[in-house]
């Protein structure tokens, strides 16, 4: 990639920066979806919602091109705004805050997320709630 697009130390710190609250975005979005589903009966809903993300992230098919379905999945999951973002960086636009905002909303979306579930089901010495259905030993 390097050897086709040439760009500076201050577009590879871009992309740093826009990556690293990409993977922050995913992180919390995941760890709050997984915590509310219970923890492993949660990959049966992270792993389709992770190939919508694929298909809806607008790098291949503009977001016009989409059907709803698609163009919700891209509204409302952090893939289109990071691929954006990478795209703003490489080609040195500024406009960029509004993706940047979303990312930051999923953020504290999944925050929200995990605490709710963790206040509902995962603190005290018994098990109850949704801390009851992870096995207790593996």
């Not at 760009?7 to 975005?25: C, H, I, K, P, V």
């Not at 995913?26 to 049966?44: M, W």
């Not at 018994?126 to 992870?134: M, P, Q, S, T, Y």
């Amino acid at each position: 990639m390097r050897t086709l697009v040439s760009f500076d130390g201050s577009t590879f710190n871009a992309l740093l920066w826009r990556n690293s609250l990409y993977d922050l975005s995913v992180f919390e979005l995941t760890s709050g979806l997984a915590l509310l589903g219970g923890g492993l009966p949660s990959l049966l809903v992270q792993m389709p919602l992770f190939i919508l993300q694929i298909l809806a992230g607008g790098g291949t098919l503009p977001r016009a091109a989409m059907t709803s379905f698609y163009k919700f999945i891209s509204q409302n999951t952090p893939m289109y705004q990071n691929i954006y973002n990478s795209f703003n960086a490489m080609a040195g636009l500024g406009n960029s805050g509004s993706l940047e905002q979303t990312l930051w909303w999923i953020v504290l979306a999944g925050l929200v997320f995990g605490g709710l579930a963790v206040a509902i089901g995962y603190r005290g010495t018994k098990r109850h709630g949704l801390a009851a259905v992870i096995p207790a030993k593996f």
